[in-house]
């Protein structure tokens, strides 16, 4: 039992739940805000929680309304995902000596949009109910058109980075930058440094959860140079990036195109949302 509880508390779904506490609140805040929205505890005159939980597309609230709405989640939940890799993965090195290392890294990352997911699936669920009459059969479709939604749109992204990412098996010397190579510049350690100290302890982690939801035991990376693992990295955050802009680019066209009905975002029922 007690080896039970030491390994819960050094596995890297929990480890990476208490970093967010630990080091940006501010993104926490984000899930809170959304929450609030959602259960009508800010904003509830405006109808917002009828928007995120009864949406309404080509004036119909149904199955393609939900897939869009599951689409949208998946989105932030890969928008999240790829933020907290930028600013967390350096300190799991051991990330860069994995095959598919952000993969592996959003498995472990989930139990916060979990969390959100459940609380979403229960709210809406007695929303539809209550106020649009859908019986339990419908609901259950509905939730399954969002998880579809939702899924796709993470395997799409995961199949680009897949594609695009590499790790330390793939890396090859002659790719790392020359700036790299050349180690810290004089007067301070720099990230390698930073890095060199963390291969050794890897925030506390030493399980992980792969692919096939076994858990794995983490190992050491201190046999390889700090530089290499920089180098995965920069790699890793550039195609991050451009996903970011990316998406960008994909919100500020579906803006131009409003006028188009097929291209509009769901939205709540208006007979609904704007009663008193």
């Not at 926490?28 to 597309?57: A, D, H, R, S």
């Not at 963390?198 to 190992?219: F, Q």
Request: with cysteine; glycine share 6%.
């Amino acid at each position: 039992m007690r080896r039970w509880i030491y390994n819960f508390r050094h596995s890297f779904p929990v480890r990476l739940f208490l970093l967010h506490f630990q080091e940006h609140i501010f993104l926490l805040i984000i899930w809170v805000f959304l929450w609030l929205l959602m259960t009508g505890n800010i904003l509830k005159l405006f109808g917002i929680k009828f928007l995120m939980l009864l949406p309404e597309y080509l004036d119909k609230t149904g199955n393609y309304s939900y897939a869009i709405l599951g689409t949208a989640f998946g989105a932030l939940v890969m928008t999240w995902n790829l933020v907290t890799y930028l600013m967390h993965a350096s300190r799991f090195p051991f990330l860069a000596a994995l095959s598919r290392p952000f993969t592996k890294f959003a498995i472990n990352n989930f139990l916060i949009p979990l969390i959100y997911l459940t609380l979403f699936f229960w709210s809406s669920a007695s929303i539809q109910k209550v106020e649009a009459g859908f019986d339990g059969q419908q609901i259950l479709g509905h939730f399954l058109c969002f998880l579809c939604g939702m899924l796709v749109l993470m395997l799409v992204i995961g199949i680009y980075l897949w594609l695009t990412n590499k790790d330390i098996h793939q890396m090859k010397p002659a790719e790392v930058p020359a700036h790299l190579l050349a180690g810290p510049r004089p007067g301070g350690r720099g990230f390698l440094g930073r890095l060199a100290d963390r291969t050794a302890d890897n925030w506390g982690v030493e399980i992980y959860l792969s692919e096939r939801m076994r858990m794995r035991r983490v190992r050491s990376v201190s046999h390889y140079e700090p530089a290499l693992l920089k180098g995965i990295y920069r790699q890793n955050h550039l195609n991050t990036l451009l996903l970011q802009v990316i998406s960008l680019i994909s919100l500020t066209l579906f803006g131009l195109l409003e006028e188009i009905p097929v291209f509009r975002i769901p939205a709540g029922h208006p007979s609904i949302s704007w009663r008193p």
